[in-house]
T-cell receptor
Framework: DGGITQSPKYLFRKEGQNVTLSCEQNLNHDAMYWYRQDPGQGLRLIYYSQIVNDFQKGDIAEGYSVSREKKESFPLTVTSAQKNPTAFYLC????????????????FGPGTRLTVL | KNQVEQSPQSLIILEGKNCTLQCNYTVSPFSNLRWYKQDTGRGPVSLTIMTFSENTKSNGRYTATLDADTKQSSLHITASQLSDSASYICVVSPNFGNEKLTFGTGTRLTIIP
C-alpha cells in the first residue's frame, strides 16, 4: 500500500521529556511537512522539508526539531522547550518542484495525539 | 493578515438531505483553494482542488464552487450519508507550493439517521 504512516497513534509524555514522532511515506514525494492541530484552530505549520538534508521552519517551530536524512522519513522531536505540546500532530507530503504539475495536492498521515501528563 | 473563515461552525442534518458549507478568504495572492474531509482522530483527505480559473469541481456527491472575485467558496453535499459526518476544512494557497497554506478552522458536520 502506498501512503503516509505515523507512529505512534497515541503518545504520553511527562513534562521535561523529549519525544520523537515518526513519519514515513512511500509515495516518492520530495516534500514533507509537520502540522499541529488544536481544537478550534486551523492547522499550523511547524517545519517542512523540500529535499533530503534540508528543512525550513514553519510558523510555530519553537520547541520542535526535525531531521531529513532519508527521502522517505521526516521525524519530529518535541523538546522540553515546547511549553504547550499537547496536541494532534499531522505529517503530510507532496511532490515538489519540476516534477509537480497541475495542483500540488498534499497527502496527510493518520496523525499522532500527544498528551503531556 | 491572510485568513480563511468557515461557516457554520457546526451543522446537523438528517440523512439524505443536502447541505452547503461556506468558506470566505482574504488570502492574497491567490493560487488555489482546497476542501478536505477530516474524520475524528484521523488525517484530512482531499476532496477538491480549484485554481482561480475554475468555478466548480465535483467529486462524487461533493461539489465545490469558487468565486475568485468575491473570494468565496462553497462545498455542497448531496444526499448526505452517515459516513459524511466529519469536519470539512477549507484551505487556501497563495502559490503553487504547500509551505504557505492558510487553513480554516473547519465546519463540523453531523448526519443523523
Amino acid at each position: 500500500d502506498g501512503g503516509i504512516t505515523q507512529s505512534p497513534k497515541y503518545l504520553f509524555r511527562k513534562e521535561g521529556q523529549n519525544v520523537t514522532l515518526s513519519c514515513e511515506q512511500n509515495l516518492n514525494h520530495d516534500a514533507m511537512y509537520w502540522y499541529r492541530q488544536d481544537p478550534g484552530q486551523g492547522l499550523r505549520l511547524i517545519y517542512y522539508s523540500q529535499i533530503v538534508n534540508d528543512f525550513q521552519k514553519g510558523d510555530i517551530a519553537e520547541g520542535y526539531s526535525v531531521s531529513r536524512e532519508k527521502k522517505e522519513s521526516f521525524p519530529l522531536t518535541v523538546t522540553s522547550a515546547q511549553k504547550n505540546p499537547t496536541a494532534f500532530y499531522l505529517c503530510a507530503s507532496s511532490i515538489f518542484g519540476v516534477r509537480a504539475s497541475g495542483n500540488n495536492e498534499q497527502f496527510f498521515g493518520p496523525g499522532t495525539r500527544l498528551t503531556v501528563l | 493578515k491572510n485568513q480563511v473563515e468557515q461557516s457554520p461552525q457546526s451543522l446537523i442534518i438528517l440523512e439524505g438531505k443536502n447541505c452547503t458549507l461556506q468558506c470566505n478568504y482574504t488570502v492574497s495572492p491567490f493560487s488555489n483553494l482546497r476542501w478536505y474531509k477530516q474524520d475524528t482522530g484521523r488525517g484530512p483527505v482531499s476532496l477538491t482542488i480549484m485554481t482561480f480559473s475554475e468555478n466548480t469541481k465535483s467529486n462524487g456527491r461533493y461539489t465545490a464552487t469558487l468565486d475568485a472575485d468575491t473570494k468565496q467558496s462553497s462545498l455542497h453535499i448531496t444526499a448526505s450519508q452517515l459516513s459524511d459526518s466529519a469536519s470539512y476544512i477549507c484551505v487556501v494557497s497563495p502559490n503553487f507550493g504547500n509551505e504557505k497554506l492558510t487553513f480554516g478552522t473547519g465546519t463540523r458536520l453531523t448526519i443523523i439517521p
